[in-house]
């Protein structure tokens, strides 16, 4: 069964659905690849997914363990490589704003090295992830491949 749809409008836009929610949400090409970047482009629904999916990992085992990373916020960076055009380097800054003791953050750290959609990337994709927890304090636990 297929969980999404995606249907080309015009002028390099495209609707995606979710078929089970009924979600949707566009993408466009960006302005550097002769669109309009009015919308998500497909190269950042890639990297908002790792985003998003370190998150959500975080999340599940910060529920596990009793630990507040709520309003905790990912930034990401991409940046697009030439010959071929494809995304080259992911930079992830994750602020936590809570102190979280350093045996919690040891935790969250090895659960975001499980993120699924991180271990999907292609290796040849620099990929840089900064948590840092404490955010006021700028401590930071930090990790690469």
């Known amino acids: 069964m297929h969980q999404i749809e995606i249907a ?16 949707g949400i566009s993408t466009d090409a960006p302005v550097e690849n002769h669109g309009n970047g009015e919308a998500f482009s497909p190269t950042d629904l890639v ?31 991409k940046i697009m490589s030439t010959n071929p055009r494809r995304i080259g380097k992911i930079i992830v800054e994750i602020d936590i704003p809570y102190e979280i003791s350093h045996k919690e953050q040891r935790l969250l750290n090895q659960a975001a090295k499980g993120c699924p959609v991180h271990n999907s990337m292609h290796p040849d994709i620099e990929i840089e992830i900064n948590i840092h927890f404490n955010s006021w ?5 930090i990790f690469s491949r």
């Open 8 to 23: 080309y409008k015009s002028n390099l836009r495209t609707q995606c659905n979710h078929l089970q929610s009924g979600h």
């Open 137 to 141: 304090l700028r401590f930071s636990g």
């Open 47 to 77: 990297v908002t997914a790792l985003g998003s999916c370190l998150l959500t990992i975080m999340g599940i085992a910060a529920n596990t363990h009793g630990i507040n990373i709520d309003n905790s916020i990912a930034r990401v960076t």
